[in-house]
Structures are given as C-alpha cells and as structure tokens.
C-alpha cells in the first residue's frame, strides 16, 4: 500500500527548537509530501501555541503534547486516518522520544540529525542517554547522519 502518512516531531526536526517563525524548508517539505499524495502531520511534545503558530499559517495538522516516547497520539492520529501501521512513518531527531513512540505505536521509524546543535535542558538529558544506548548497542562509532537524501 505505501506510506500515506509521514507523522514528524517538530522541534529540530522540521524547525530548530529555539526558531518562532516558519522555515521555508518546512513548507517545501511539505508540499513535496503533497505532490506524493503523502500527509504531514507534526506530532510534537511541544505546547499548542508552540506548534500552532508554528503550523497553522501553512494548514500543517498536529497533535500537541503527545506525550512521546508513549505511542498513543501516533495510534489515536493513525486511526483517526483510518491508517494501517505501515502506512505511517514517524520522522524524528530523538532516540528515546520519537524513535521509541514509533516503535510503541508499531509504525516505521526514522532518526534524523538534529537542525541544531543545542537542545533544551530536558533535551540535554534525553541526548545523554541517547549516547549511552548508541554505545552498548555498539552504534556509537557508526551511527552517522547524512546532510540530505540525496548525498550517500
């Protein structure tokens, strides 16, 4: 059936995590999607006047405060949807929020490199952590990130 829907966190994923105003790139992203006949929507821990003044001018769909790296606000959007699981990616910059809400909620996942280098403080954390995980699973040496889809 192919992907339908590309569920994505917000906060230096699509847009650094300290930016207000809308990246363009945000908005290419998503009319890319479109063309594909692909839906983005941004499922964000962030609060609703966060996301919203982030996405609403673009008509970009959310959930706030999803609760990450617990699966259901992929689950209740999925079905919402009326999406089976692998029809849906769940697109993040984080090991332990967004990789593992996907995985909870059974969909496919991808770790993408963060748009900034600095994170928030309760990001900090989750990043520590991320590092530790990466080096007991014997990935520190290899997980790699690349600029873009098109360079490797």
Do not use: C
Request: hydrophobic content about 45%; charged content about 25%; aromatic content about 10%.
């Amino acid at each position: 059936m192919g992907i339908k829907a590309v569920f994505s966190d917000l906060d230096n994923t699509l847009l650094a995590w300290n930016k207000f105003e809308t990246a363009k790139e945000m908005d290419n992203f998503n009319k890319k999607l479109a063309k594909a006949n692909i839906k983005l929507i941004v499922i964000s821990n962030n609060n609703a006047e966060r996301v919203g003044k982030v996405l609403n001018p673009y008509h970009i769909d959310f959930v706030s405060e999803s609760r990450k790296p617990l699966p259901f606000a992929i689950t209740r959007k999925r079905e919402e949807m009326k999406l089976a699981k692998d029809q849906v990616m769940m697109v993040g910059d984080q090991l332990i929020t967004d990789m593992q809400a996907g995985n909870l909620a059974g969909v496919e996942t991808v770790l993408v490199k963060p748009l900034v280098e600095t994170d928030k403080w309760n990001t900090r954390i989750n990043r520590f952590f991320e590092k530790i995980i990466f080096f007991f699973l014997g990935l520190s040496h290899r997980v790699t990130f690349k600029e873009n889809l098109q360079n490797g």
